[in-house]
């Protein structure tokens, strides 16, 4: 043992020095040939262990998701790659063609003196146009710009002095403006360099030609009254000042004062429609700035048109804006009339009275309630409040028959003398102090039309030959208005009302005991209390929101939209707000009537409509990039938080985002039923689709 570490220390101390030049070899060779074996270790070891990789230790769905997420980084960083430094450019004197998109980029020649607050507004607002707008704003040291303008200010002021010509009152002007600047500045106003680039997007030549002189239009006429000019042959210069991160290599720029920038800057700010009195319908899309519309402030009516795919938020959109609309004003009554029980928790949650219609509930197509009397001081002196009712009878008689496919012809004179024997009966004349009794109802009708049939010759005007004919009619129409009698299918029709809304600020009448049938019967009872209410909104002084969900189920009948081209006619006239929600706009295109009454919706609404093509798009008075808006808009969901819509009012589109608050949407999603409050808080997300 002591001979092995003798030998050992004779073996340490005949090595080399470390720092010597055979030792730095050695010891340089021992190293790296340790180093390969203990690599050569590891590798074995790992081979001969678990071989399993972090991949394996996720779950599909994690790697699923990472998958996604990496394809969506992809398609970002294409597209910003694109958006900066597209494949290719074709440069011409007036445009380019930026990759497969055309542009055309405007300066501007000439700002106004005193340029309004938000000028550029009118270009936010384009809904039809694709375009960039780039400002580059310097501010200029104080010392220098009083300089510069002092400089300016003076040469005006020598050239007016020497000018003697017409042209000398504009030189003192000009020179009296800039006086006024320089002494703003010297009183601590900032100034700086400002310039505007404009590039204009179209995917033709054509749209780039009809959309740069929608931009050039707008920009010349107020609030904007500026100059914009293309840059000519400087094209490629002009896009890149335009570009995002690029800087003002063309240096048209001007100076402009604080308060020219303030205006500036406030331009995507304005607001892009602000009505006193008005409810918020949404934001607008690009500006963020709120779209507020008084539906009573149009001089063309105050009725309103929303039409949307299923789970577009079109329905949830109409909630949210009947809610508002009876939250602005204390002096309004709200309606609701649908088929499908789609409100009932809304009616629930605002405290409104629930009325189920189309079961056994009496509904009188013959009543008649006394008028009050600010309505009689509004009407002619020769107007007749009872042949008005009895036409309005008539009306719906033709339309139940027409509903069945029966024509009622020349038999219509009989008619009319049984429904006027029928008032006569009760002791209701034109005097409006009978008005008060008991109206009639269709049984009684039915009791007129037996005695005529059995005693014709009552109701002869002037030869007995026409008795004959009063029989045979007379008994056509028991047997056609067989339906109304007890036991038939429109048995709750033939009784006396068995409601009133006349006391109520808040209805909900409720159809969904129709199971959603379309034609017939339902629309029969939609016209019937479309009717109710209109005579409602004649009797009160207040505002009424009459809100009529599913609204196709109207204008399958002829004979019914002529009754309701009547009340959209004159609805105005009543502070009657008729609301149409629909999924669908072809309905309103096979009758002539049914496009009379689109016509008179002064608002106009679109949710994501599949629909929306070419056709229908002209209809509307669209042009294609606000058709696309439609078919591409997005629909509610609970994801984004919002639905997308395009909205018109008197006849100018505006792109825009509805969002409801908190306590909104808790209303809207209530459940009937249940012991919630309806007006809670919650923490349910902003909008739902339908």
């Not at 074709?90 to 497969?100: F, I, L, P, T």
């Not at 003398?417 to 102090?433: C, F, P, Q, V, W």
């Not at 109520?504 to 409720?510: A, H, N, R, T």
């Not at 081209?565 to 707000?577: A, K, N, P, Q, V």
Request: glycine fraction near 8%; proline fraction near 4%.
């Amino acid at each position: 043992m002591e001979s092995v570490a003798s030998r050992f220390v004779d073996l340490i101390a005949a090595a080399p020095a470390p720092f010597s030049a055979g030792g730095v070899f050695i010891y340089g060779i021992g190293g790296v040939t340790l180093l390969i074996v203990f690599a050569r270790i590891r590798q074995w070891w790992v081979a001969r262990g678990d071989d399993t990789t972090f991949g394996e230790l996720l779950d599909q769905e994690t790697l699923a998701t990472g998958h996604d997420e990496g394809s969506a980084f992809d398609a970002l960083a294409e597209r910003h790659r694109n958006a900066i430094a597209p494949d290719a450019i074709e440069w011409e004197s007036r445009a380019a063609k930026v990759g497969e998109e055309w542009t055309q980029t405007l300066t501007i020649a000439a700002y106004p003196d005193h340029p309004a607050d938000g000028y550029l507004s009118g270009l936010f607002e384009l809904t039809d146009v694709s375009f960039d707008l780039t400002a580059h704003i310097d501010p200029i040291p104080q010392a220098r710009a009083r300089d510069r303008l002092q400089a300016a200010a003076d040469d005006l002021q020598a050239d007016a002095d020497l000018e003697r010509s017409v042209r000398e009152a504009y030189l003192h002007d000009r020179a009296a403006a800039a006086t006024a600047t320089y002494k703003a500045v010297e009183n601590g106003q900032r100034v700086f360099e400002q310039s505007l680039y404009i590039t204009v997007r179209a995917e033709t030549r054509s749209q780039l030609a009809d959309a740069v002189s929608t931009v050039r239009a707008t920009l010349r006429e107020p609030p904007a009254n500026l100059e914009p000019a293309t840059a000519v042959c400087l094209q490629d210069t002009a896009l890149q000042s335009a570009a995002p991160i690029g800087g003002d290599a063309l240096g048209r720029g001007s100076y402009a004062l604080g308060g020219a920038v303030g205006a500036l800057l406030a331009s995507p700010h304005s607001p892009t429609l602000l009505e006193e009195g008005g409810v918020e319908f949404g934001v607008h899309k690009d500006t963020r700035s709120p779209l507020v519309v008084d539906p009573f402030a149009r001089e063309d009516g105050y009725a309103m048109f929303t039409v949307g795919d299923p789970g577009s938020g079109k329905s949830y959109g109409a909630k949210q804006n009947f809610i508002r609309s009876l939250e602005q004003s204390d002096d309004r009554i709200g309606v609701i009339l649908e088929p499908l029980n789609n409100w009932a928790g809304v009616n629930e949650a605002l405290g409104g009275r629930r009325i189920t219609v189309g079961g056994t509930l009496g509904l009188n197509p013959l009543e008649l309630k006394p008028t009050p009397e600010h309505v009689r001081n509004a009407r002619g002196e020769d107007a007749s409040i009872l042949k008005e009712r009895r036409e309005r009878a008539l009306s719906f008689f033709t339309n139940a028959f027409a509903t069945r496919g029966v024509e009622l012809g020349d038999r219509r004179t009989t008619l009319e003398t049984a429904l006027i024997e029928a008032y006569d009966r009760k002791g209701i004349t034109e005097d409006i102090s009978t008005h008060h009794r008991e109206s009639p109802t269709v049984r009684d009708m039915l009791d007129v039309l037996a005695k005529m049939s059995e005693s014709p010759e009552g109701y002869v005007v002037r030869t007995a030959a026409e008795a004959e004919k009063i029989a045979d009619d007379a008994v056509w129409l028991l047997d056609q208005l067989r339906p109304f009698a007890e036991g038939g299918q429109f048995e709750q029709l033939g009784r006396h009302s068995e409601f009133d809304i006349r006391d109520e600020s808040l209805v909900y009448l409720d159809l969904a005991e129709q199971g959603g049938q379309l034609g017939g019967h339902t629309s029969l009872l939609m016209e019937l209390l479309i009717s109710l209410v209109y005579e409602r909104a004649k009797e009160t002084e207040k505002e009424v929101v009459f809100v009529i969900d599913e609204a196709r189920y109207l204008m399958k009948d002829a004979a019914t939209l002529s009754y309701l081209e009547t009340i959209f006619r004159h609805h105005r006239h009543h502070d009657l707000s008729i609301r149409l929600v629909t999924q669908t706009v072809d309905e309103f295109f096979e009758h002539d009537i049914a496009e009379m009454i689109l016509d008179q919706c002064a608002i106009k609404q679109f949710h994501k409509l599949d629909g929306m093509d070419p056709e229908w798009a002209d209809e509307f008075g669209l042009n294609h990039p606000q058709m696309r808006f439609v078919q591409t808009a997005t629909p509610g969901d609970e994801e984004s938080g919002y639905s997308q819509a395009l909205l018109g009012v008197d006849g100018e589109w505006r792109g825009m985002e509805v969002r409801a608050l908190p306590r909104e949407h808790a209303v809207i999603e209530h459940d009937p039923g249940t012991s919630d409050g309806p007006l809670s808080d919650t923490n349910a997300p902003a909008h739902a689709d339908d």
